[in-house]
């Protein structure tokens, strides 16, 4: 009794961490519309104020912080959380040990923070839950291109700190949904028809491409960076060669399969992880189409064998029919699309607005 009426004296939220990085943006402007939950919205750094005026409430916190999100957390019933906040490849290389506490640690204190609401409402926080293509490995780039499109089980041995970090954090998902303490007395473990009182959900991302931001710290950054170096005027080092070739979509491609997952019914999923991706150029491909929209580009190819290594392990191109079957799933652009529809226009009105 004494529950039900702290549940009921809360406010009805969704929680977003990270919320300043490039998915948050994109994302804050979807949920913001008219939905009857409060934003709560978290990041390491200052939140900008476009953002911030979306949001009911925004805080700078850290994940791992588990304190710092308990008192943020006190006077909400968290219903929905989406948990962006992450170190990105390129950078959880040069710092493994920081991007395992930020990626794992923060992973599980969400983790606990869901079952722990969904124990005290008694209905399930849902946790959507952004992985990657990084999960993936090959032992070399024959057995990469031989493979072609993988499905969601296939290859995942991942050969850096965040796809380990992303292979593993989908494994938690999983038991916290299925399986948390599931010896306890009191257990609230879910099976494969009751999820539990978490209700995890996950997208893996293909290299994902905005037209109003830039990425940081990632390896699939170089076609995003082309085209906004291209937009801007100034030439660009592509780090990777031009024949390698790995997935994208567009950024409201993202947002939008991110929330239909996020709407599905939860007994037509029959998976906790899918992929999804719209295209697979390679960074050749990329670049003539950049040509074409601004002739006056200026693109060379100096490859960083280090960082190609990483691209080299990744697919070429990720098999998506399940997220298409569960929850309707569909590339909106090809990649010719994409730059005529959704990118050139943006991206042009973007830069002749600060210039
Ligand atoms: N965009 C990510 C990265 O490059 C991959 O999902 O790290």
Redesign the pocket.
Known sequence: MEQSNLGERRKPAVFITGAGGEVGHGLISSLSGDRNLDIVATDLRDIEQSLRVQCAETYLADVCDRDALDRLLAMYQVKEIYHLAAV?????ELAPEVAHQVNVNGTVNILQIAAEQGRMYGEPVKVVF?????VYGFGSLTQKIQAGAVSEYEYCKPS?M?GCN?LYCEHLGRYYAHSYRQLAQDSVAGDDKNRGVVDFRCV?????ISAETI?T?????FVPEMLHAAARGVPYKCFIREDSRIPFMTMPEAIDATLKLAAAPRNSLTQIVYNIASFSPSAGEVAELVKQHFPKANISFEPDERRQA?VDS?PEALDCSVAGNDWGFAPTYTLEKAFEEYLVPRITKQYESVS
């Not at 893996?204 to 994902?208: D, H, S």
């Not at 710290?217 to 950054?221: A, L």
């Open positions: 990105l490849s390129t950078r959880a952004p992985s990657s293509i990084a850096t965040y992303k893996r991302y293909p290299g994902l990425p710290g990632g390896t699939s950054d990483i990744w």
